[in-house]
């Protein structure tokens, strides 16, 4: 009997490609995913905080408008205003909004700490006669419209007509000083004073010097509680208003020309509809005329101030000799 040979079985298989290894692009994908979302998150976190004004002033900022350089460069961090740098050092933060001109025709902020030192003109101007305005004392409506034109090319020449609002009232001419939404005349919560305001006191000094009338300095906060029990509204208000009469007088503001120095907080609104707006947080001055320096002597006990009408005469007739003409040569040389 023939043995048959066992079949043969030939298995094939297919040869499988060994499998690479997996690369690091999931993980730069994975970094910009969780850096996305932490951006979102920041985003979030700010709007969440943030009141509308801030809202909107962080819109300008990132729109290059607050930024004296014009646009932003997120990626440079040479000029960022942080208060560390990164040698860790405490570092100077420059105004956003430099000053268009100061009483020294230089750029940049003025500081009232950094005034020249001087009786006399120690604000460094251009001369004693910065202005077309005749010193003097301002009674009538003509006077007062008169006074608050030469202010009002003051706060032109500065670029602060935004934040000021000039008002002639029986009282006298009312200068309202007030925030919006793009300036601040304060750091919030703070008596820290913002350069352009400082600026916009040291142009209005020299001019309210040549006035006689007497002048009153108030300060006012808006309906925003402050944090503390301590210090209130009521303290900071009258900071704000001492400083605003020392930089005045840094300005050239004579000493004894303010009468009174409040702090009202927020009981006197300008926008009574909205006690929070931001034109509630303000400085006002008021050029007070004779009359109403008068009622303000009389509610404090004090005694009237009357002008004698010889000194009214004799007070014209020196403005008027001062205004004569005077000759070219001396009369030594003019009478050979």
Not at 11 to 34: E, L, M, N, P, Q
């Amino acid at each position: 009997m023939a043995i048959r040979p066992e079949p043969v079985v030939i298995r094939r298989k297919k040869r499988s490609k060994a499998k690479a290894g997996h690369g690091g692009a999931w993980k730069v994908a994975f970094a910009d995913f969780t850096l996305a979302m932490m951006a979102l998150f920041m985003v979030l976190w700010i709007m969440q905080i943030a009141d509308q004004q801030e809202r909107t002033m962080i819109v300008q900022y990132l729109n290059g408008d607050l930024h004296d350089d014009g646009s932003i460069n997120p990626f440079n961090l040479g000029g960022a205003p942080s208060m560390f740098d990164f040698q860790g050092n405490i570092a100077i933060q420059q105004a956003v909004l430099p000053a268009a001109a100061t009483g020294v025709e230089r750029s940049g902020p003025a500081m009232h700490n950094r005034i020249p030192q001087g009786t006399e003109n120690a604000k460094a101007g251009r001369g004693p006669e910065l202005n077309s305005l005749v010193p003097g004392k301002f009674e009538t409506q003509a006077q007062l419209e008169f006074l608050a034109k030469e202010i009002d090319k003051v706060i032109e020449n500065v670029s602060m007509s935004a934040n000021v609002e000039l008002q002639v009232v029986p009282q006298g001419v009312r200068i309202l000083m007030h925030d919006n939404v793009n300036q601040f005349m304060f750091t919030r919560g703070s008596a820290d004073m913002k350069p352009y305001f400082e600026d916009l006191l040291m142009a209005l000094g020299p001019l309210l010097s040549q006035v006689e009338n007497k002048i009153t300095i108030s300060g006012h906060t808006d309906s925003s509680p402050y944090a503390g029990k301590k210090f209130t509204n009521w303290e900071l208000s009258s900071k704000r208003a001492l400083l605003a009469r020392r930089v005045l007088e840094y300005g050239g503001l004579r000493r004894h020309q303010v009468i009174q120095v409040t702090g009202m907080a927020d009981q006197a609104p300008y926008v009574i509809k909205d006690p929070a707006a931001a034109a509630n947080r303000r400085i006002e001055v008021l050029v007070m005329t004779s009359d109403a320096e008068n009622q303000l002597r009389q509610m404090m006990g004090q005694p009237l101030k009357t002008t004698a009408p010889s000194d009214n005469l004799q007070q014209a007739k020196q403005i008027a000799e001062a205004n004569q003409p005077r000759a070219r040569y001396p009369q030594q040389w003019t009478s050979q």
